[in-house]
Nanobody, 126 residues
Framework: QVELVESGGGLVQAGGSLRLSCAGS????????MGWFRQAPGKEREFVAA???????TYSDSVKGRFTITRDNAKNTVDLLMNSLKPEDAAVYYC????????????????????WGQGTQVTVSS
């Protein structure tokens, strides 16, 4: 059974930091693009960041310069370090994997991803 499991969410004050982690199991994700998305109440799921299997990174404009995505192919994990958090960053954060990806392409649409985690809540107090 293929699974992605997120962890690390929680409550943080504005300006603070959180590190989200996603652990994959059931198959290797080493040749997948791994992404993070988020969804706030009443809003659509939106792209946050992605990292290709070759290490290329893509960020949404809203998090560029504040968030960093990293991956460890040996451990089948992908992390999202979030700094300078703002109240508008509050959402459920989802880890996703896109199989058969081409490294130079930025996969930023949720529909492009094949596997999803259950999500982890991030709350930012002002």
């Amino acid at each position: 059974q293929v699974e992605l499991v997120e962890s690390g969410g929680g409550l943080v004050q504005a300006g603070g930091s959180l590190r989200l982690s996603c652990a994959g199991s059931g198959r290797s994700f080493s040749r997948d693009t791994m992404g993070w998305f988020r969804q706030a109440p009443g809003k659509e799921r939106e792209f946050v960041a992605a990292v290709s299997w070759s290490g290329g990174r893509t960020y949404s404009d809203s998090v560029k310069g504040r968030f960093t995505i990293t991956r460890d192919n040996a451990k089948n994990t992908v992390d999202l370090l979030m700094n300078s958090l703002k109240p508008e960053d509050a959402a459920v954060y989802y880890c996703a994997a896109k199989s058969g990806s081409i490294p130079i392409l930025p996969y930023t649409r949720a529909g492009q991803y094949d596997y999803w985690g259950q999500g982890t809540q991030v709350t930012v107090s002002s």
